[in-house]
C-alpha cells in the first residue's frame, strides 16, 4: 500500500562512529520528507527530496533518493550526542498535503 | 515567527471521560492538520483543514472524535468518550500550502493519558 518502511528501528553507536537510516516504499514515491524529533520533543523538518537520484547535503548529514523513488536514506557521518532522537521519512500521498510518516529510526548516541 | 501553539501540554482522565485540545498555527497558514502519535510510532493524520473546510479525515474516529475549525485559525480536536487506546501525543501541525510538498510546522503536542 502506501506505508514506509524504515529500518533499523533502534540504532546505538559511539560518538564519532556513522549512521544511516533507510524509508522503503512497494510503491513510486512523489517526494519524500526528513523530519527529526529529540526526545520529548515535537516533529522538526529537516528536508524534502523530489527527483530521482537527488542527494542533498546539509552539513554532517547526507539525504539520497533513490532512481526509481521507492526508497530514501538518511547517513550521518561522524555522529555527535546533538543528533540523538528518532528520524522520520514521511511520503506525500494524493493531491492533498497529507503525509505518511514510517515508524521512525531513534538513534542513541554514546559520548 | 511565533511557531504552532497547542494547549494544555498534558492531560489525564479517565476512560469515557471527554476532552479538548486546542492549537493555534503560524499566523497566515491556511492548512493545519492535527496527528495521533503513539509511543514508539510515527505520526498519524487525524484530520486536515484548508482553512475552515475539511480536506481530510479519512483516518478520524468519528464516533468519538470531531475537529473543528471554525474562523479558519484556531481549532479544537474533542474526544467523547475517551478509551484507553486513545493515550497518545496529539500533534497539531500546520503550512503555508495544501501540497504534500509543503514543509509542515508541528506544535509541542498534548499528552494524553488515559486511565
Known amino acids: 500500500g502506501q506505508q514506509v518502511m524504515q529500518i533499523p528501528q533502534y540504532q546505538h553507536v559511539q560518538e564519532g562512529e556513522d549512521f544511516t537510516t533507510y524509508c522503503n516504499s512497494s510503491?513510486?514515491?512523489?517526494?519524500i520528507q526528513w523530519y527529526k524529533q529529540r526526545p520529548g520533543g515535537h516533529p522538526v523538518f529537516l528536508i524534502q527530496?523530489?527527483?530521482?537520484?537527488e542527494v542533498k547535503k546539509q552539513k554532517r548529514l547526507t539525504f539520497q533518493f533513490g532512481e526509481a523513488k521507492k526508497n530514501s536514506s538518511l547517513h550521518i557521518t561522524a555522529t555527535q550526542t546533538t543528533d540523538v532522537g528518532t528520524y522520520f521519512c514521511a511520503r506525500g500521498s494524493g493531491n492533498t498535503g497529507k503525509l505518511i510518516f514510517g515508524q521512525g529510526t531513534t538513534l542513541q548516541v554514546k559520548p | 515567527e511565533a511557531g504552532v501553539a497547542q494547549s494544555p501540554r498534558y492531560k489525564i482522565i479517565e476512560k469515557r471521560q471527554s476532552v479538548a485540545f486546542w492549537c493555534n498555527p503560524i499566523s497566515g497558514h491556511a492548512t493545519l492538520y492535527w496527528y495521533q502519535q503513539i509511543l514508539g510510532q510515527g505520526p498519524k493524520l487525524l484530520i486536515q483543514f484548508q482553512n475552515n473546510g475539511v480536506v481530510d479525515d479519512s483516518q478520524l474516529p468519528k464516533d468519538r472524535f470531531s475537529a473543528e475549525r471554525l474562523k479558519g485559525v484556531d481549532s479544537t480536536l474533542k474526544i467523547q468518550p475517551a478509551k484507553l487506546e486513545d493515550s497518545a501525543v496529539y500533534l497539531c501541525?500546520?503550512?503555508?500550502?495544501?501540497?504534500?510538498?509543503?514543509?509542515?510546522?508541528f506544535g509541542p503536542g498534548t499528552r494524553l493519558t488515559v486511565l
Open positions: 527530496l523530489v527527483k530521482s537520484g
Open positions: 510503491t513510486t514515491l512523489s517526494n
Open positions: 501541525a500546520s503550512s503555508s500550502g495544501s501540497s504534500s510538498y509543503n514543509e509542515q510546522f
